[in-house]
């Protein structure tokens, strides 16, 4: 009687990757843990192999932000300039949120992404539609995408997530999110400070350090339009 194979690990040549494989696995890494050896060691594979697809740890991290980037449902340009430009930063920060470490990779401008710019020529071609002039569209796009990354790196520029000593309802530990641990550190820093702004700022200030940023960043880029809106009209 002849014996079983199962349990016995499966012999044969190594994984195969191509292109494709190795920008999935580039996404799944993190942005802010990529090199090439880390994504060789996700795929099994020498990192050495990598180098046959892309010449560099930055060749690679361009094609991965095209690939998040295409992966984004962006809003079709209508006739309201703010409601696109409203729906367009949302869709970056929901970008940015669903790719851990890419809000920081676009910050450092250590590649360029061919897809980042076909959303920036779309978006200002929009406005150009709108009744912008071509320098003042480049200008809006750019201010846009700088307050979105900036506003998010300020949200989740904290360590990774920790388990407090608390525990939930269910009995188990919580997990402090990115963003909220934040929060929490903002208002540990800046708390003992209140007192040093003046009186009618107080209030406003101790109630900023609370808000969620989410919230935070919606006022930002209400004010930013704003600003913008009196650009379109000439004032």
Known sequence: MGRSNAGRPRMGRPALVDREAIVRAAIEIGFDRLTMSAVGSHLGVAHSTLYRYFGSRDALASAAIDHCVDSVQWPEPCK???????????????????????????????????????????????????????????????????????????????????????????????????????????????RPWLDAYAAPLRDAFAEIILRPPVHQFEKKLGILLDGVRSLANGD
């Open 80 to 190: 309201d300039w703010r409601e696109f430009l409203t729906a367009t930063a949302w869709s970056f920060w929901t970008l940015y949120e669903v790719h851990r470490g890419l809000a920081l990779e676009v910050s450092t401008l250590r590649t360029t992404s061919e897809a980042l710019v076909v959303v920036t020529n779309r978006s200002a071609l929009a406005l150009l539609d709108s009744g912008f002039d071509a320098d003042d569209a480049i200008l809006v796009i750019d201010m846009l995408g700088e307050l979105v990354t900036q506003a998010f790196l300020g949200a989740t520029s904290a360590p990774e997530p920790t388990v407090s000593g608390a525990s939930a309802a269910d009995g188990q530990p919580h997990t402090v999110s990115v963003v909220d641990g934040v929060r929490q550190r903002r208002v540990e820093l800046m």
